[in-house]
């Protein structure tokens, strides 16, 4: 259909500071880069979708300055004067001429759905099935500070009634002194929120199943991915010793990815993420095996603005197997509103919009203010 021809494709890399520094077992940002891609078609419509990596290149390779090369230079040739309503085909055309990038990739999925969604006059929910519901919770993160910095600020996002469980960024420090941290951290909240930990694929085998176990007996609910990504058989050995679940992160990009960790029984949870897995239908994938395995999965975050947030939400409430909540957070991480109407985050989570394709507008003067020259 002619009003669905993608004219013209554009991509601005946008630098939109946080409310406070957030500090990862290698990495520290001040303010969270975020490449916006935005698809429009010859009936004036335009999609946008989000390119994002918690802070930089650490944890995949990608940034989103390869993003916006990756895209530009590879990419858009193979979408103008395509269809936003032809999706597979696309993405098919797409994946024979850029691998990998699977984080360049989902802004640029993102924005087709959200063209097409629009074009249609729908919630881009509506293209993946429906709502299976229409809120998640959301876990808040906190920081690889001292333990007394981190119960204070667990306890002032208590109050505000927006979270009852928190993630932990680990793997900063020598496992000794992380787990001495953690379990200070467990004294204060276990029994008044849900205390999970992220090693972020910092430790060994040795070393978790060394350390892993005193966590456990001091409350904590979930471990997530303490050993690199490729290493699944260490994976499996720690989720068989450990009483808690173990959540696959930096080992679950694919459905393929998916498959394999249920075939080796190494993950409880699986940590879901628009972001990098090359978008939503691929993250659908993932979804699905999970369901067919009996495993829960986690709405988890790269630290999206709201227009990734949206996506993933979009993801999460149309999934039935993503019921174990969500750390959706990203834009109340962000000291500027992006939005023209802001996401709704109340004491029953995230709330689904209801609005065409994403359901939510960015505010251009916001663009102009923070936009990288
Ligand atoms: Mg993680």
Not at 96 to 102: E, P, R, T
Not at 322 to 327: L, M, T, Y
Request: charged share 20%; hydrophobic share 45%; aromatic share 4%.
């Amino acid at each position: 259909m002619s009003e669905m021809r993608i004219d013209r494709v554009e991509t601005v890399i946008v630098d939109i500071p946080l409310r406070r520094p957030h500090r990862f077992a290698r990495a520290r940002m001040d303010a969270q880069p975020v490449l916006y891609v935005f698809v429009r078609t010859a009936g004036g419509i335009t999609g946008v979708g989000e390119g994002v990596v918690p802070g930089g290149p650490w944890w995949a390779g990608e940034s989103v300055e390869t993003m916006q090369v990756i895209v530009e230079r590879y990419i858009v040739p193979v979408l103008l004067g395509r269809g936003v309503d032809e999706i597979p085909r696309i993405l098919r055309d797409i994946s024979d001429v850029v691998a990998a990038n699977l984080f360049a990739k989902t802004a640029v999925e993102v924005a087709l759905h959200d063209a097409w969604a629009r074009h249609l006059e729908v919630p881009l929910h509506t293209l993946l099935g429906g709502a299976a519901r229409t809120s998640v919770a959301v876990t808040w993160a906190l920081g690889t500070e001292p333990a007394p910095v981190v119960v204070e600020e667990a306890l002032g996002k208590l109050d505000t009634g927006l979270h009852r469980s928190f993630k932990l960024k680990m793997g900063a420090h020598e496992p000794t002194d992380d787990i001495a941290r953690i379990e200070a951290v467990a004294e204060k909240l276990a029994g008044v929120a849900g205390i999970r930990v992220d090693l972020n694929a910092r430790w060994d085998r040795l070393t978790s199943l060394t350390h892993l176990p005193r966590l456990a007996e001091a409350g904590v609910e979930m471990v997530e991915q303490p050993v690199p990504g490729h290493d699944i058989s260490s994976l499996a050995a720690i989720s068989a010793a450990l009483p808690i679940p173990v959540m696959a992160d930096e080992s679950l990009h694919t459905p393929a990815d998916a498959l394999r960790l249920v075939t080796a029984g190494a993950a409880a949870i699986f940590a879901v993420k628009t972001t990098k897995s090359g978008g939503l239908r691929a993250s659908r994938g993932i979804a699905e095996v999970a369901a067919a395995a009996g495993v829960p999965c986690y709405a988890a975050t790269s630290i999206e603005s709201p227009i990734g947030t949206a996506a993933s939400l979009h993801f999460a409430c149309s999934s039935p197997a993503a019921d174990w909540g969500s750390e959706l957070f990203g834009p109340l991480l962000m000291a500027a509103e992006m939005l023209v109407a802001p996401l709704v985050y109340d004491t029953d989570g995230l709330h689904l919009p209801d609005g065409p394709g994403l359901g939510v507008e960015l505010d251009p003067a916001r663009i102009r203010e923070f936009r990288r020259d």
